[in-house]
Structures are given as structure tokens and as C-alpha cells.
């Protein structure tokens, strides 16, 4: 049988003690030529298949004797088991392996698997072998896989109220593209308002990473030193932050959470507690 061929050609060792022959191929759309009665023919098969073909033999010399019948399954035709050029796919990802050839014919994998597709997620070559009556065809693919792209947006983290941030992956991912949870496509973004924020990164491949991070605000520490006010000459002023257990600088280079003054002035103040400023 030629494999790759749908003209298979067929013998009969011995045909000594036998009057007649007659070969049936299984394959009706052929027409006439579905049948041969000579030991040694050839036929055109219609289609790739497996095909039942059946040998009918009468013995000499002998009207009552039962013909000899033999009947055997062929495949026909070649089958493409080709699995595809080598690719790669990305860290924790699937790929199905197939081949469509028709039925009837048994598959084998090379991690013995007999189904005509298998679920691929580590890397390494892969192979198929089908077998079609006396024919075997093979394949073998080689599967890498590519690690995520992996980063992160830092730890959650608070802001003051009058203040901003930037988030940016790390590390930045070499002619990545980004989707962050507002629709900006940019690698950074400057957060001024609380709430939670994320990430998708995509490498050249498609392969996609995300990271999400919480900002929380922190309240400024507001204080009022008063409204603008005179004092009569030789008089004092107290002016009180009312912020306590913070940190303090007067214009005047003082440090406490309160000044006296006695001259007149622009007076102000700046308050830190908790890394926000207020003045």
C-alpha cells in the first residue's frame, strides 16, 4: 500500500487450487471498478478513508465447497497530522494541540495520550503519531512558554489631602502597553484622590499582568490663627496653632505650638502632623 497514494494495488500469494476471484473494494462511488476478478489488481479509490475490502474465493472443482471469504480494513490516502509551526505562549496559559484527520484512525502523544487533541500548558516538544491501517504519519511541535510580565504598584499608601502621587509599574515592561482602571494608557499616573487603582500591563507577546493598589487620604491639620487684629503699644498677642503633638515653624523661626507677640506684622505658621503641612 502506498500511503500517500488512493491507488493501492493488491495480491493473492497463492493462487493454486481456486477457480475463481472476486475482490469487492468497499468503495461504491468507483462504479464498475468497486469490483475485480483477477489475483493481482489495482484500484483508484474515490476518496482518503478507511475502506473494507473483501476477497471471495471459490475452490476447484468442488460446487458444494463454501467460498473462502477474507476481509480486511485498509486506510487510503495521506492524513496531515501537522501541528503547526513551534510557538510560544505565556506563563500559566493553555494551548490545544489537534490534529483533523478523519475517523477511524488512532492517535498516539508522546505523553500517551490517544485522543485527537491534547491541553499543552508546560513547555517542551510534543509529538504526534497516527496510524491508518498499515501507515503511520508524524509530527512534533516545539511549545515555549513566556514568564508574565510581573510588576508592581508599590504598597497601599495614604495621601494628604492637598497632595498627589505617582504610580508607575516596577518594573516597566519593555515596550509594554497599559490599561489602567481610568482608561489612561500612559506607564504613569498622578493620583490626587483616594481610592483604588490598577494595572494591566501587556508585553509583546499578549502576555497581561495587573496589580491593584489602595490610597487612602490623610486629613490636613487645619488651624486658624485668628482674624487680622491691632494691639495697642506695649501690649502682647498670643497666637496659638491649636494642633497639638505636631511639628511647628513660625515665620518668626520659632518652633512651638504657640508665639507671643508684641510688634505689629504679617505672622503665619506651618503646621506638620502625620506628613501633611497645612500653613
Not at 102 to 113: C, F, K
Request: charged share 10%.
Amino acid at each position: 500500500n502506498n500511503c500517500s497514494s488512493q491507488n493501492v494495488s493488491f495480491q493473492i500469494n497463492n493462487t493454486q487450487g481456486y477457480s475463481s476471484i472476486k475482490w469487492d473494494f468497499g468503495d461504491p462511488p468507483s462504479g464498475s471498478n468497486n469490483t475485480s476478478n483477477i489475483p493481482n489488481p489495482a484500484h483508484n479509490f474515490s476518496a482518503a478513508g478507511i475502506y473494507e475490502v473483501k476477497l471471495i474465493v471459490n475452490r476447484n472443482n468442488n460446487p458444494c465447497a463454501i467460498p473462502d471469504t477474507i476481509k480486511k480494513s485498509i486506510w487510503v490516502g495521506n492524513v496531515s497530522t501537522f501541528l503547526g509551526i513551534d510557538t510560544t505562549i505565556c506563563e500559566k496559559d493553555t494551548i490545544t494541540l489537534q490534529v483533523n484527520a478523519p475517523n477511524g484512525v488512532n492517535y498516539l502523544w508522546s505523553n500517551n495520550t490517544t485522543g485527537n487533541s491534547i491541553r499543552v500548558t508546560n513547555p517542551g516538544t510534543y509529538s504526534v503519531r497516527v496510524t491508518a491501517g498499515a501507515c503511520t504519519y508524524d509530527d512534533e511541535i516545539i511549545v515555549s512558554q513566556q514568564l508574565l510580565p510581573r510588576f508592581s504598584l508599590g504598597n497601599d499608601a495614604s495621601i494628604c489631602s492637598n497632595a498627589s502621587i505617582t504610580l508607575q509599574p516596577t518594573p516597566a515592561i519593555p515596550n509594554g502597553q497599559y490599561l489602567w482602571n481610568n482608561n489612561a494608557t500612559t506607564n504613569s499616573l498622578i493620583v490626587n484622590t483616594p481610592g483604588e487603582y490598577w494595572l494591566r500591563g501587556k508585553d509583546n507577546l499578549g502576555c497581561t499582568w495587573r496589580d491593584t493598589v489602595m490610597i487612602a487620604a490623610k486629613q490636613l491639620p487645619n488651624f486658624n490663627l485668628g482674624k487680622d487684629t491691632g494691639i495697642c503699644q506695649q501690649q502682647t498677642l498670643l497666637l496659638n496653632t491649636q494642633i497639638p503633638n505636631a511639628t511647628y515653624l513660625w515665620n518668626t523661626g520659632a518652633t512651638t505650638q504657640s508665639i507671643i507677640v508684641s510688634a505689629a506684622g504679617i505672622y503665619w505658621a506651618d503646621v506638620t502632623k502625620d506628613g501633611c503641612t497645612y500653613r
